[in-house]
């Protein structure tokens, strides 16, 4: 089976890094284009409402677009640095929506042969992961690495 386009979805956390190094080799190997994709979190506008009513929180949707933004700058860098060191040819999203939603909308796209993303802390994933939440609802070819 030869791979000509592989996803990648990182989240900044270590085992996201983790899918990133293996999807670069991978794809070295394969010589295919490689996509990196970071989904900035929604915020919904009732859990602000419902935050914001605390004498603690004054402003969540700030506070959590402030951690969005810091954690897209450092998978950015990472990924800027990771692709600069290697003859794999890839693009960085960052979208803002539904993790699960942004990646099998953008492996369709990008007409991705595999979707790649990291191991949850859990073991199984857990029911809501977003590993257990893409196999069911997604047709592509997924690998899970650790």
Known sequence: MSLRHILVGVDGRERSYRALAFSVGLA???????????VRPFVHWTSVAVSSMSMFSWDARALA??????????????????????????????????????????????????????????????????????????EHGLLIAS
């Open 28 to 38: 070295e190997r394969e010589s295919a284009t490689l996509s990196v994709c970071y």
């Open 65 to 138: 677009d402030d951690a969005s933004s810091d954690v897209a700058a450092d998978v950015t860098a990472e990924v800027a640095d990771v692709l600069t060191r290697t003859r794999v040819h890839g693009r960085l999203f960052l979208p803002t929506g539904d993790i699960v939603g942004e990646l099998a909308g953008l492996a369709r796209t990008q007409r991705a042969d595999l979707v790649v993303i990291g191991r949850s802390r859990r073991l199984g994933g857990g029911r809501f992961s977003a590993a257990r939440r893409l196999t069911n609802g997604f």
